[in-house]
């Protein structure tokens, strides 16, 4: 539990990124005598024993995933958890496409595949409810080529294939194994835009190149593509925040690919973003610290509210 003596502590949980860490923990510092900020220490997490941190921000957990029920558990015990973990990881891309369809956001056209592959106990009759053989030449015929093929979980292009014919999608499919895939029609843009998102309502957008490398997709995007018209850059920067608040995502990133004037949400689920300076560049990294030590103060600060995100499961006091 936590007690409302003595500074408020936010932890940090993350991998091998230093930059950005080093930076939210001077900002805090520097803007407030009332919360401190550290690299979070986690050890054997008993039940009754949460914790003690006010806020975590997760920056790991999608890989380093026995830190997953850990981040849970601390919620049931009233820290604020950056991202929560309960709305992360009931996140799938089709859902996610469909949801932000139903806010008005323009989306690629999008199907979700059944797996190539199966565990060595699933037999042909435990996909009895399969229809074969599977409508790959209405796919191709309403979706167009060319299209991609992904994983409906993951990211950071692993397992990401644009094919131009229906033998590449077969062989790409192929490959694919267990994992279960999506299809989406490719969108042939003329800008990509790429907002970084904090607490759900502060939008930075900037144009963002995905075909230069990886520390050039910001810094060089203005050579490659026209600026954004104001009234374009309003529209990506509400959806941005429209899709967020739906997620429930404090820091994500959101990509929009610009196809004739009209921004379609190609990735928006990104719980950890890339937020070292080596890809930001100086303007954009001061940028996301300072909005990212804002909101840690601001949630270390806000009364605890143990259980709160489970009121409906505990049980109710009695009259």
Sequence with gaps: MHSSAGPKRVGILVGRERTFPDG??????????????EYAKLDITR?????????????????IVCYQP?????????????????????????????????????VPKTAVLPSKAYGDDISEASLSNLAYPLDWEGLARDFGFPMFIKPHWGGGFKDVSRVTSQDELWRAYDKSGRLTM???????WTQYVRCIVVGKTRVLP??????????????????TMPPLSPELEARVVREAALLCDALGYDMNTVEFAIR??????IDFMNSAPDFDVSSLGPEKFAWVVDEMADLVIRLAEEPARVGAHFADFLPKARP
Aim: glycine share 4%.
């Design 24 to 37: 939210l923990i001077a900002a805090v510092k520097r803007k407030s005598d009332r919360v401190t900020c």
């Design 206 to 223: 900037a144009l963002w190149d995905p075909r230069l490398g990886h520390f050039e997709r910001y810094a060089r995007a203005h050579e």
């Design 70 to 106: 850990v981040l849970k558990l601390a919620m049931l015990a009233g820290t604020r958890v950056v991202n929560n973990p309960f709305w992360r990881i009931a996140d799938d891309k089709l859902f996610n496409t469909a949801l932000a369809a139903r806010l008005g956001v323009a």
């Design 182 to 188: 999506i299809v989406q029609e490719s969108i042939e």
């Design 260 to 265: 004739d004037g009209v921004p379609y949400a």
């Design 47 to 63: 039940v009754d024993a949460p914790p003690s941190y006010d806020v975590l921000v997760d920056r790991i957990s999608h890989d």
